[in-house]
């Protein structure tokens, strides 16, 4: 089994690595293979909303979001992490997410994830609710801790002194890895996931 981990920061060594590394450290101590995925700091284009991902099966702009979803077709869960910026997650981060989820859904559905959030003080919880949308849209069990996945400082060392945040990275990791194992359980006794039906709706007048 294994869980990708996201890293939606420009910094790569940053707040949100600090967090991510916790939550990578119990994974492990379960067994659970990690990778750790840093976005870059290069320009991200936008979605176009081209479509064109639908006949060719890719995004039309060839960069770090279609490597991430080749690997994510073969991973089994996620942890996506962002600093915040005005009560927000990272612009950086929500491009290419909105870019994956939209080009590689199937990529996605059906397998655990969870978000995590870095802030200096405040808005973690508004940008913790904008990540996990993007799991509720794609049939993803959202991964919870013992509190809120955020921790706190505005330097990776500030971060280091939050124990109570890290120890809420740490129970996440302990329970993606109790929740894939379930699934896999599950999944070894014949328990297959839904087919869920898909209706479109424009609203016009």
Not at 67 to 72: Q, S
Not at 158 to 168: C, I, N
Request: hydrophobic letters at 40%; one cysteine or more.
């Amino acid at each position: 089994m294994k869980v990708i981990l996201v890293n939606g920061s420009s910094r790569k060594d940053g707040c949100t690595n600090v967090a991510l590394r916790e939550a990578e450290r119990a994974l492990q101590e379960e067994g659970i293979e990690t990778e750790p995925f840093f976005i870059g700091n290069e320009a991200l284009p936008d979605c176009i909303a081209c479509r064109k991902c639908r006949d060719i099966g890719r995004c039309v702009f060839h960069d770090a979001v279609n490597e991430f979803v080749e690997k994510a077709k073969a991973a089994d869960g996620f942890i996506f992490g962002s600093p915040v910026y005005f009560a927000h997650p990272s612009g950086r981060l929500l491009t290419f997410m909105d870019r994956a989820f939209y080009s590689g859904a199937a990529a996605f559905q059906f397998k655990p994830a969870a978000a995590i959030l870095s802030a200096r003080r405040a808005g973690t919880t508004a940008s913790f609710d904008v990540i996990n949308k993007y799991f509720t849209i794609c049939s993803m069990p959202i991964v919870s801790s013992t509190y809120w996945n955020h921790v706190y400082g505005a330097q990776p060392e500030e971060v280091a002194e939050d124990k109570e945040g890290l120890m809420t990275m740490y129970n996440l990791g302990k329970n993606m890895a109790w929740l894939l194992r379930c699934i896999a359980v599950g999944k070894a006794q014949g328990v297959t996931h839904p087919d869920n039906a898909k209706v479109l709706t424009n609203f016009i007048r």
